[in-house]
T-cell receptor
């Protein structure tokens, strides 16, 4: 119940294309769903996050779509650029012990071809 | 404002040796975390702290110890290093205004146990 399943493992997209990464969770108590971006040799950095009271959140070229009934959420990167090439992690969490404790997906390595 | 700083960046240990991974943050965050990241896997929570003097176990605490004597510092101690502890270790701290929760990660420590 604590797993977050992420797919695909790797993704190659042409410049200007749409990158889509999917995640699924089991625990209905999760109420916070962030996406993190990680470049080689760096720590992950928060990209965008959503709560289950909305079905979509958009920030620039990045959109999270959330389907509460299916227990799935996805990241869409519009007009993908070579600079978006990185590993993307989804996560799910709820407040426990006074803080959010993330359960991370296994990551998607995105490569955007110039 | 340096954010979250981890030292060392790289370390090679022999089996049975011990070491301390250092982590310090200058954002006055109460919440701090230690994760490990294995190849092709998401981050797994080792330990976390909700404030000075308070620590608790995460998903994978065995073989590790932590302490939190100040708000700024959250060192991770490896006793009797084993090859299974070969990984990249990330420290993080978080801020939460009741709606937006952000974890800020350090650049990581790459540890090999041979």
């Amino acid at each position: 119940q604590q797993q977050v399943k992420q797919s695909p493992q790797s993704l190659i997209v042409q410049k200007g294309g749409i990158s889509i990464i999917n995640c699924a969770y089991e625990n209905t108590a999760f109420d916070y769903f962030p996406w993190y971006q990680q470049f080689p040799g760096k720590g992950p950095a928060l990209l965008i996050a959503i709560r289950p009271d909305v079905s979509e959140k958009k920030e620039g070229r990045f959109t999270i779509s959330f389907n509460k009934s299916a227990k799935q959420f996805s990241l869409h990167i519009m007009d993908s650029q070579p600079g978006d090439s990185a590993t993307y992690f989804c996560a799910a969490s709820n407040v426990m012990g006074g803080t959010y404790k993330y359960i991370f997906g296994t990551g998607t390595r995105l490569k955007v071809l110039a | 404002n340096a954010g979250v700083t981890q030292t060392p960046k790289f370390r090679i240990l022999k089996i049975g040796q011990s070491m301390t991974l250092q982590c310090t943050q200058d954002m006055n965050h109460n919440y701090m975390y230690w994760y490990r990241q294995d190849p092709g896997m998401g981050l797994k929570l080792i330990y976390y702290s909700v404030g000075a003097g308070i620590t608790d176990k995460g998903e994978v605490p065995n073989g590790y110890n932590v302490s939190r004597s100040t708000t700024e510092d959250f060192p991770l101690r490896l006793e009797l290093a084993a090859p299974s502890q070969t990984s990249v270790y990330f420290c993080a701290s978080s801020s939460w205004d009741g709606r937006v929760f952000i974890q800020y990660f350090g650049a990581g420590t790459r540890l090999s146990v041979l």
